[in-house]
């Protein structure tokens, strides 16, 4: 595996590469939710490119991102070890210049929802995606659903820019409890893990009630807001939208996606299903 740091390096590494390159963006604390993108698109392809890069650009003022976990020796080895060909581990310095040319997230489905929340998020993160896969020259890159606002953002900036590469949307990966993993979970404490599992518990009630024929959005959203209410400390939003992230008043079956954002002390969590 070649580790490299700088823009130039990863361009000369991948031209060495010849066949398809699968991609998978991280911003590193690997968990089994990357791992899962990361050996299908080991499978999938005849090289593997992982990316591990805090983005500045894509967290608020007041966000985590001094304290967002950094574990570049351990990440390296799981990297290594999962088959990775080329870890790309840049610097701010590498990725921005000064006065940037900016992509703007889209009107309605980049400011609703976690754009509503976190605004200007998805402008930095579609910003950075855009770096990547030009860099990488991934003929598939790999997203997770767990970030389901930024995998349909990512699908519609391929889409518009008319990128060469597929996105490749990936499942949700959970621990045996349910709760969905995120590098996030290392802040929380071992109660309040506990408590941030009613965030997949109100998932779960909601697909129980869709299965027993409840289609109402407003009778589900009233069960989950009870679910989680018991648990969290403060649920910023549940949606039920269909896949281009416009709200529902009926469940549509196969195109409905649930989400919650939920905070657990001092941690924000997102999770979704997919119905
Ligand atoms: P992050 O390092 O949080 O930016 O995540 C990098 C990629 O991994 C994104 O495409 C995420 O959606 C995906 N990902 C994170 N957690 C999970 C999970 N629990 N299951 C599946 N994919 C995930």
Known sequence: MKIVRTAEALREARKELKGSIGFVPTMGALHEGHLSLIRRAREENAHLIVSIFV??????E???LES??????ADSKICQLAGTDILFMPSVDQMYEADELCIGAPARRGYILE?????GHFDGMLQIVMKLLNLSGATRAYFGK???QQLVLITQMARSYFLPCDIVPCDIVRDEKGLALSSRNAYLTDTEKERAL????????????VMAGELNVEAIVAEMASVLEAAVDHTEYIAI???DFRKLERVEIGNTIVLVAAWVGKTRLIDNIWI
């Open 198 to 209: 009613a965030l997949s518990r109100s998932l779960k009630r909601a697909s129980k009630k």
């Open 62 to 64: 007041g966000e985590d």
């Open 55 to 60: 983005n500045p650009t894509q967290f608020l």
């Open 241 to 243: 939208v269909d896949r």
């Open 115 to 119: 754009g509503e929340k976190r605004p």
């Open 68 to 73: 967002y976990p950094r574990r570049e020796e």
């Open 146 to 148: 767990k970030d389901a």
